[in-house]
């Protein structure tokens, strides 16, 4: 299309979720108490990490940053859908659409990077348990997690600089809830070959390459169990790389669907798209972490310290009691 029958677009109709009439307060709710969920069992798991000493470990190291990726990914996205239910605002601006797009990308390829890097951790702890503190020692643990950091960032600027140049015209209702890429493209006018291509290419070789690096770090991991005479302690630890690989399996098979699939957005693909931006991030924090031994324990003391701090202030002690008479 020529420029001249093109219109310069100021903002964007975010469509929402397809929900039937009379059930917005449902799905309201809903979604508001899986975002909850997310926020506070991932805020948990940080505050955890931080205040324990015994956490100070690789494994929780990498787990603190996907924690905290998956809470700025449900923010970025769930509370402006949630706004959209109850108000029927559905616009955005073009800026504030180029902003969470950007942001957006950043943390689904972090989490991409990250949970790569978390399977490589956890090969090398039960396949290598006798060169582990010397393989990730704390200088290669920092530059996983700042390369990871890098490569999103860069990953995000390419796509959303890709973005700019592309024009809309007068259809701006995005058939989704929030400024997702694959949507934007279906509803430019204007030449998306090129940002396609990008999809396919460097977005197809980052999302292979973990899935790739995961994939063989589990296989890796069950070879090794199998080998072992079974105990409890080894079909706890299968059944835990078995939960593991089911929410590895469910965030790439729905994130594969959107964006490498060719047919036309439709509700499965909304569908999909919320399983890998609100369900997953909900998951992570009790697949990894709140069902395991040490972060029970590291509960278990920071509950015990809050109650025996609450008990001193309303009962201090009597010496504190004559003092203040």
Same mark, same amino acid.
């Given at each position: 299309?020529r420029?001249?029958?093109?219109?310069?677009?100021s903002?964007f109709?975010?469509?929402?979720l397809p929900?039937?009439p009379?059930?917005q307060?449902?799905?309201?709710?809903?979604?508001?108490g899986?975002?909850?969920?997310?926020?506070?069992?991932?805020?948990?798991?940080?505050l955890?990490?931080?205040?324990?000493? =015994?956490?100070?470990t690789?494994?929780?190291?990498? &787990?603190?940053? +996907?924690?905290? /990726?998956d809470? #700025? *990914?449900?923010? @970025?996205i769930v509370?402006?859908?949630?706004?959209?239910?109850?108000?029927?605002?559905?616009?955005?601006s073009?800026?504030?659409c180029?902003?969470?797009?950007?942001?957006f990308?950043?943390f689904?390829?972090?989490d991409?990077?990250?949970?790569?890097v978390?399977?490589y951790?956890?090969?090398?702890a039960?396949c290598?348990?006798?060169?582990?503190?010397?393989?990730?020692r704390?200088?290669?643990?920092v530059?996983?997690?700042?390369?990871?950091w890098?490569l999103?960032c860069?990953?995000?600027l390419?796509?959303t600089?890709?973005?700019g140049?592309?024009?809309?015209?007068?259809?701006n209702?995005? =058939?989704h809830?929030?400024?997702d890429l694959?949507? &934007?493209?279906? +509803?430019s006018? /204007?030449?998306? #070959? *090129?940002?396609? @291509?990008v999809?396919?290419?460097e977005?197809?070789?980052?999302?292979?390459?973990c899935?790739?690096i995961?994939?063989?770090?589990?296989?890796?991991?069950g070879n090794?169990?199998?080998r072992?005479?079974?105990?409890?302690?080894l079909?706890?630890?299968?059944?835990?790389?078995?939960s593991?690989l089911?929410?590895?399996?469910?965030?790439?098979g729905?994130s594969?669907?959107?964006?490498?699939?060719s047919s036309s957005?439709g509700?499965?693909?909304?569908?999909?798209?919320i399983i890998?931006?609100v369900?997953?991030?909900m998951?992570?924090?009790?697949i990894?972490?709140?069902?395991?031994?040490?972060?029970?324990?590291?509960l278990e003391?920071?509950?015990?310290?809050?109650?025996?701090?609450?008990q001193?202030a309303?009962?201090?002690?009597?010496?504190?009691?004559?003092?203040?008479r």
């Amino acid at each position: 299309m020529r420029p001249e029958n093109q219109s310069s677009v100021s903002q964007f109709l975010l469509l929402g979720l397809p929900i039937p009439p009379g059930q917005q307060g449902v799905f309201f709710t809903l979604f508001l108490g899986m975002y909850l969920t997310t926020v506070l069992g991932n805020l948990l798991i940080i505050l955890l990490i931080r205040l324990d000493s =015994r956490l100070h470990t690789p494994m929780y190291f990498f &787990l603190s940053h +996907l924690a905290f /990726s998956d809470i #700025s *990914l449900s923010s @970025l996205i769930v509370p402006k859908m949630l706004t959209n239910m109850q108000t029927q605002e559905q616009s955005i601006s073009y800026v504030g659409c180029t902003i969470q797009l950007y942001f957006f990308i950043l943390f689904v390829s972090l989490d991409n990077f990250l949970l790569a890097v978390m399977a490589y951790d956890r090969y090398v702890a039960i396949c290598q348990p006798l060169h582990y503190t010397t393989i990730m020692r704390e200088g290669l643990c920092v530059l996983l997690v700042a390369g990871s950091w890098i490569l999103s960032c860069g990953n995000a600027l390419l796509h959303t600089l890709l973005f700019g140049q592309l024009s809309f015209c007068a259809d701006n209702a995005i =058939r989704h809830y929030f400024c997702d890429l694959a949507a &934007l493209l279906k +509803l430019s006018c /204007s030449d998306t #070959s *090129l940002n396609e @291509l990008v999809i396919f290419t460097e977005g197809g070789v980052i999302y292979f390459l973990c899935f790739g690096i995961i994939l063989d770090s589990y296989i890796s991991i069950g070879n090794i169990i199998l080998r072992v005479p079974s105990s409890k302690r080894l079909s706890k630890a299968f059944f835990s790389c078995g939960s593991h690989l089911f929410v590895v399996f469910l965030y790439y098979g729905t994130s594969a669907g959107v964006y490498f699939s060719s047919s036309s957005l439709g509700s499965k693909d909304i569908t999909a798209s919320i399983i890998y931006t609100v369900v997953t991030p909900m998951l992570n924090p009790f697949i990894y972490s709140l069902r395991n031994r040490d972060i029970k324990q590291a509960l278990e003391i920071c509950v015990n310290r809050v109650k025996f701090f609450r008990q001193q202030a309303l009962n201090p002690p009597v010496a504190v009691r004559s003092t203040m008479r």
